[in-house]
């Protein structure tokens, strides 16, 4: 069974099912991430709330509610007269452990680590009072609360919005990025952090490019990368020097200098970047293409998936609606093979690494969602993207920005403005499939097959 032949099915959706224009700003979800073990997801919006969900145990596949917490509340800074929004801009799941769970989340200026954990809160009853004597309270069943405490708390080293935050594979470590700079984190140490990247220039003025994105390597500490909004990716090692301004790699397509234009700077900005699991692979996210790169190629992507080049036509009016400055996240699957990314309409696509269409679909909880929609016979026509739809007919006020892959199993999770969609493949029967193919799926060889 080849992944192209593997049916997305819509499987659950959290959130209120008014209309989008009737929705609160900060109800949507900002954010979103499977834990290690898959078997919590937490999801942050922009009115600083944390949602955590977690698989049930009777229903296999199935999420429920688990916990909510605020996270951040609305700051001023008095010195610079700026408001701090309470928005969350990532989360991050710390390794499980045995006395409870523990996440990063972050606006633009703070980070905290959380500690959610089961508390045991007693309840006393008092006794009958027939005799007129003294009331001695009895003890009754504990329940279970669930609690959220911060652990710790890392401000005051952003002078600008922290874009990303990356967990290092030592597990003592972790960066934090915002336009400028990327910071080096030790858990045990929340006020000081060491700057490991500075691109900020002597004299503003002088500012050609931002950080977008940053991210440890799945497998060697030592090794990190971060993305900008000239579209390059840079391969840091910190082994090399305390400040990684000097990088290793450089991952960059030259641009074809005939089709320059206006917009080519703003459309060739990386909104996202990710490693493969097994760190050879990195994806990267523009607002027009997904592309993925060998980490021992530079020079150009292996393969370049062309998610919104349908739009090209729209790009002035997508400019003076902002919506081309819309930050598109990318996810790959745990075996490497597939990525995530999501469009306009409420639509995500998953291709394979060799850019095949796997599966485009719209996120809707309204009608049965057409699933397994595959470019032929749509993508040979122009005006058309992967979704299907032309320009002229797409929502751009529906949109999918944020998603996570589950870690072991073939399950996607979905922010479409304030729903959090669960999408699932649902497997044959074992009784269903041929001989041969039941050894396939016995030994593992389709990546997230065998695991689910």
Not at 106 to 125: G, H, S
Not at 259 to 274: A, V
């Amino acid at each position: 069974m080849s992944d192209s032949n593997l049916q997305w099915n819509f499987s659950q959706v959290f959130g209120d099912k008014g209309p989008v224009e009737e929705v609160s700003d900060v109800d949507i979800v900002s954010a979103v991430e499977f834990d290690q073990s898959g078997e919590y997801l937490a999801a942050g919006d922009k009115g600083g709330r944390v949602v955590l969900f977690q698989r049930s145990k009777s229903n296999i596949g199935e999420y429920k509610f688990y916990s909510e917490f605020q996270s951040h509340e609305p700051e001023f800074d008095y010195l610079k007269s700026l408001e701090i929004e309470e928005k969350i801009n990532k989360i991050k799941w710390l390794p499980p452990q045995k006395n409870g769970l523990f996440l990063l989340s972050t606006n633009d200026k703070t980070i905290k680590l959380w500690k959610v954990f089961n508390k045991k809160q007693m309840k006393w009853l008092n006794t009958d009072n027939t005799n007129n004597s003294i009331r001695i309270p009895r003890e009754n069943n504990p329940v279970s609360v669930t609690t959220a405490l911060i652990r710790k708390t890392f401000a005051n080293a952003h002078a600008y919005h922290i874009n990303s935050i990356s967990l290092n594979s030592d597990g003592e470590t972790f960066i934090s990025a915002d336009d400028l700079r990327v910071n080096l984190w030790n858990f045990a140490i929340s006020d000081q952090s060491f700057n490991i990247v500075d691109i900020k220039p002597a004299n503003m003025e002088e500012l050609t490019e931002v950080i977008t994105a940053a991210e440890f390597h799945p497998k060697h500490c030592n090794l990190f990368m971060y993305s900008s909004s000239k579209g390059t990716i840079k391969l840091a090692d910190m082994r090399t020097s305390a400040l990684c301004d000097n990088h290793a790699k450089v991952f960059e397509e030259q641009e074809d200098p005939s089709s320059r234009s206006f917009f080519s700077e703003i459309i060739s900005s990386i909104s996202d970047i990710k490693f493969s699991q097994d760190g050879r692979y990195i994806i990267s996210r523009d607002y027009l293409t997904l592309k993925i790169w060998d980490i021992n190629m530079d020079t150009k992507p292996v393969t370049t998936i062309h998610i919104h080049d349908h739009l090209r036509s729209k790009l002035c009016d997508l400019y003076e609606n902002d919506c081309i400055f819309d930050k598109f996240e990318c996810v790959c699957s745990p075996d490497g093979n597939n990525i995530l990314t999501g469009s306009y309409h409420n639509y995500f696509h998953i291709h394979d690494r060799q850019g095949k269409n796997i599966c485009s679909t719209e996120a809707t909880k309204f009608r049965k969602p057409k699933t397994n929609i595959t470019p032929k016979g749509r993508n040979s026509r122009p005006s058309r993207g992967n979704d299907g739809f032309s320009p002229d007919n797409t929502d751009f006020s529906k949109k999918i920005l944020h998603l996570t892959w589950h870690p072991y199993d073939p399950t996607i999770a979905i922010a479409a403005a304030n729903n959090l969609f669960i999408y699932q493949v649902f497997l044959p029967r074992i009784d269903s499939l041929s001989p041969d193919l039941f050894i396939d799926v016995q030994f593992g060889e389709h990546g997230d097959i065998s695991k689910n």
